[in-house]
């Protein structure tokens, strides 16, 4: 072979080498602005309900209800119905949305910035409840369990750090976009 056929080779390989690079670059950021697409109905439904008065009351009688601790020992199942109805519906609002942080369906600093107050003072208030369900269940895994992941993982950001991160990701965006 010439010199001329490898120059041409050379260039040959490196216009491809770019055009796959180029054609990850893209397609990574399609799947990005794809994902974030797919989150947005989602999260606003999700947090229409976590706004809604009805939660929001349901959520304050359990932090009333259950603050003293009294009758953990017979955990959920031995509360009196109408507490258990609001542990069902706030609980399990929880347990979906740490679902779906669990699975990158969406982003657990969105999570975190909106929920991350209501969200460890409830499960610190049905936390001896929900251990002690599990063991009457007789399965350390059957109940709650991605909700306690989720708070576990909300105490050990900082409110600042996380904050400061969105507000970058929204001002960088801000700026490419001017």
Same mark, same amino acid.
């Given at each position: 072979?010439?010199?001329?056929?490898?120059?041409?080779? =050379?260039?040959? /390989?490196?216009?491809s080498? %770019?055009?796959?690079?180029?054609?990850?670059? /893209? %397609?990574?950021?399609?799947?990005?602005?794809? +994902? +974030? $697409?797919?989150?947005l109905?989602?999260?606003?439904?999700?947090?229409?309900?976590w706004?809604? #008065?009805?939660?929001?009351?349901?959520?304050?009688?359990?932090?009333?209800?259950?603050?003293?601790?009294?009758?953990?020992?017979?955990?959920?199942?031995?509360?009196p119905?109408?507490? @258990?109805?609001?542990?069902?519906?706030?609980?399990?609002?929880?347990?979906?949305? #740490?679902?779906?942080?669990?699975?990158?369906?969406?982003?657990?600093?969105?999570?975190?910035?909106?929920?991350?107050? *209501?969200? /460890?003072? %409830?499960?610190?208030?049905?936390?001896?409840?929900?251990?002690?369900?599990?063991?009457?269940?007789?399965?350390?895994?059957?109940?709650?369990?991605?909700?306690?992941? /989720? =708070?576990?993982?909300?105490?050990?950001? $900082?409110?600042?750090?996380?904050?400061?991160? #969105?507000?970058? @990701?929204?001002? *960088?965006?801000?700026?490419?976009?001017?």
């Amino acid at each position: 072979m010439d010199t001329g056929t490898l120059l041409v080779n =050379a260039a040959t /390989l490196l216009l491809s080498v %770019t055009a796959i690079g180029v054609t990850l670059v /893209l %397609t990574r950021r399609q799947i990005r602005l794809m +994902n +974030n $697409s797919n989150q947005l109905p989602l999260v606003l439904d999700l947090f229409k309900e976590w706004r809604s #008065a009805e939660f929001i009351h349901g959520e304050e009688r359990l932090w009333a209800f259950l603050a003293s601790g009294e009758g953990a020992e017979n955990g959920i199942s031995g509360l009196p119905q109408h507490v @258990r109805d609001d542990v069902y519906r706030v609980c399990g609002f929880y347990q979906m949305l #740490a679902y779906l942080v669990a699975f990158r369906v969406v982003e657990e600093d969105l999570v975190f910035l909106a929920t991350h107050y *209501r969200l /460890l003072r %409830t499960w610190e208030t049905v936390r001896p409840y929900a251990v002690t369900e599990r063991r009457l269940r007789g399965d350390a895994y059957s109940y709650l369990n991605f909700f306690e992941d /989720l =708070a576990l993982l909300t105490r050990t950001k $900082s409110s600042q750090d996380v904050y400061d991160r #969105a507000r970058r @990701r929204a001002y *960088r965006r801000a700026r490419a976009a001017a």
